[in-house]
């Protein structure tokens, strides 16, 4: 667990405000506003049903894959409204990576998965080469497929075909990367390495993590901000909500007592 | 299996069930269970009979001269209906496929869900239609109103219209059963909906694809009433898309109870033949493929 506060002169590359996302008949996220500051890890917090698996997928409009949502509000990257009527939503999902609640692996060798992102865009193969080789190390998975990147994928463990997932992730070079209970589908010591991962990555890229799960949060996070039935209930840094929440919510979820 | 002598002697075991009843049951299940491969003799009986009477008929006069012969002057030579059939199912199958793919793919990934249902509701009309109404409306479209007369293009149009709502319902449902979380991952790697489709939704949605192909291949080329409402049997191979074209079906149907001669009679005995051989090789390509590409996939829909 890290205590160190956001340094608060760096603008963060992420900030939401305002944001809203409005189902038929409810309001599935109300007027949450929230910075992600650079260098860091903030866990999104709350019991199921929430809004958290939402508000994360707003970050990078694949919000926008489920019919019937209407999003109002801003959600600016480097400075930029994502959802400004000028945005291409396919650029912000380069931007922006995303890693799902199971591993999404593609049925090709483990290369090509890694390499995705880069043919969408034309890289030239010695780019793709190296940017695999590098995502893979930074994703914590080199070593173990180094020798048989032509394997199929669907071959892999699913922790490793989670940290593939990641590594797929990076091999763009995002600046942001989401992660939607990126572990729930995994056993504990996939999960430890999943989350080794992370305390690697957010030391060079800002990570948001939706988790369910409090310790997971205490685990890896600078920031937790707390969601409840929509609305952001408070947000600070790791220890000062897991030991002093302000909230009596807040407190109520983190010691149990609904979930 | 034995199953009354496994049960525990009275008195032994709560389980031991003696009522008369029970025992009924078990021995009306035992007769069901002769029963069965009884009835399924029965039913594979007709398939089996139809095989060995048109084996009969056909194989003792076929001959490579018969399969191969073109000439207008011999009335036991195929060469020209296999011929017609080979490049009619070539084209109709080629625009089949271009009509079903893509409609199937537009169904799946573009179209409302609203838009969609009735796309979908019309090609499973078109499937239930009879042939002979598709061959009426082949025949009033292409024949009459687009003046191609009886022809070759006719024909293949007609048969592809016949044959696309099955490759498009398998486009459909090949799409729109790729795992919903792949489709997210690749969308949210920044794809755009286009190279999702190339690059991830046609390699998982290919072997289903391909079966529908050869399925519709299996049923297209055993149709007779779109061929012969829009067609005129032609004594030569087609030369030109408005020329006459003989299909191995119209053979049959011309042939079989009204020809005059023995010699034509069994001609329509050898297409049969031939058409049965087709759609076996084909729906055993459909099972070879679809296995291999399993194996391919393993692990994808867990």
């Known amino acids: 667990m890290s205590d160190a506060a956001p340094t608060p002169h760096e603008p963060p590359i992420l900030n939401v405000?305002?944001?809203?996302?409005?189902?038929?008949?409810?309001?599935?996220?109300?007027?949450?506003?929230?910075d992600f500051p650079g260098h860091s890890l903030t866990a999104v917090v709350g019991p199921s049903g929430c809004g958290k698996t939402t508000f994360v997928r707003t970050l990078n409009r694949m919000v926008e894959l489920t019919p019937g949502l209407r999003v109002t509000g801003k959600v600016n990257y480097a400075g930029?409204?994502?959802?400004?009527r000028e945005v291409n939503p396919v650029m912000v999902r380069r931007r922006i990576g995303m890693v799902f609640q199971r591993p999404t692996v593609f049925p090709m060798s483990i290369f090509e998965n890694a390499a995705f992102g880069l043919r969408l865009v034309h890289e030239s193969e010695d780019v793709i080469d190296r940017a695999v080789t590098e995502?893979?190390?930074?994703?914590?998975?080199?070593?173990?497929?180094?020798?048989?990147?032509?394997?199929?994928?669907l071959s892999l463990s699913g922790g490793q075909q989670q940290r593939l997932c990641i590594a797929r992730a990076l091999a763009v070079n995002p600046k942001v990367l989401l992660l939607d209970e990126p572990t729930s589908a995994l056993d504990p010591a996939a999960t430890q390495r999943v989350e080794q991962t992370m305390e690697r990555l957010k030391q060079e890229i800002v990570l948001v993590l939706v988790t369910h799960n409090v310790s997971q949060a205490a685990r890896v996070s600078d920031r937790v901000a707390f969601l409840h039935t929509g609305h952001l209930i408070e947000v600070g840094a790791t220890a000062d909500i897991l030991e002093r929440p302000k909230n009596p919510l807040t407190e109520q979820f983190i010691t149990g007592r609904f979930g | 299996m034995n199953v009354t002598g496994t049960v525990a002697p009275?008195?032994?075991?709560?389980?031991?069930?003696r009522s008369a009843r029970t025992r009924w049951r078990l021995g009306f299940d035992r007769w069901i269970g002769r029963l069965l491969p009884l009835l399924f003799l029965v039913a594979i009986l007709p398939i089996l009979s139809l095989v060995y009477y048109i084996s009969a008929k056909a194989v003792p006069t076929l001959s490579w001269t018969v399969l191969t012969s073109t000439s207008p002057y011999r009335?036991?030579?195929?060469?020209?209906?296999?011929?017609?059939?080979?490049?009619?199912?070539?084209?109709?199958?080629?625009?089949?496929?271009?009509?079903g793919l893509f409609g199937g793919i537009a169904t799946a990934e573009f179209l409302s869900d609203?838009?969609?249902?009735?796309?979908?509701?019309?090609?499973?009309?078109?499937?239930?239609?009879?042939?002979?109404?598709l061959g009426y409306f082949g025949y009033f479209t292409f024949v009459l109103y687009f003046g191609w007369g009886l022809s070759f293009i006719a024909g293949v149009f007609t048969l592809s219209f016949f044959m696309t709502p099955y490759i498009f319902r398998t486009a459909d449902l090949a799409f729109t059963s790729v795992p919903r979380h792949i489709r997210e991952a690749a969308l949210g790697s920044g794809a755009k909906p286009a190279q999702y489709i190339l690059r991830i939704g046609t390699p998982i949605a290919f072997p289903q694809i391909l079966t529908g192909i050869f399925l519709a291949m299996a049923i297209g080329v055993g149709e007779t009433a779109p061929i012969v409402l829009t067609?005129?049997?032609?004594?030569?191979?087609?030369?030109?898309?408005?020329?006459?074209?003989?299909f191995l079906t119209q053979l049959i149907w011309e042939n079989f109870a009204q020809a005059p001669s023995t010699g034509l009679q069994t001609l329509a005995f050898q297409a049969a033949f031939l058409l049965m051989v087709t759609v076996i090789i084909l729906n055993v390509v459909v099972r070879l493929i679809s296995n291999r590409f399993r194996k391919r996939l393993e692990g994808l829909y867990q």
Request: proline residues 5%; hydrophobic residues 45%.
């Open chain 2, 231 to 246: 067609t005129t049997p032609g004594v030569l191979a087609p030369h030109s898309i408005y020329s006459p074209v003989t």
């Open chain 1, 80 to 84: 930029q409204n994502i959802y400004a």
């Open chain 1, 135 to 153: 995502s893979l190390v930074r994703a914590g998975l080199w070593d173990e497929v180094k020798t048989d990147l032509d394997r199929s994928a």
């Open chain 2, 114 to 133: 609203r838009v969609a249902g009735w796309v979908r509701m019309s090609a499973n009309l078109l499937v239930g239609t009879p042939s002979i109404i």
């Open chain 2, 10 to 17: 009275e008195g032994r075991s709560l389980l031991y069930d």
């Open chain 1, 17 to 34: 405000q305002g944001l809203s996302v409005l189902a038929k008949d409810r309001k599935i996220l109300d007027n949450v506003t929230l």
């Open chain 2, 75 to 99: 009335t036991d030579a195929l060469g020209v209906p296999i011929i017609g059939t080979f490049e009619v199912m070539t084209v109709a199958t080629l625009l089949a496929v271009l009509f």
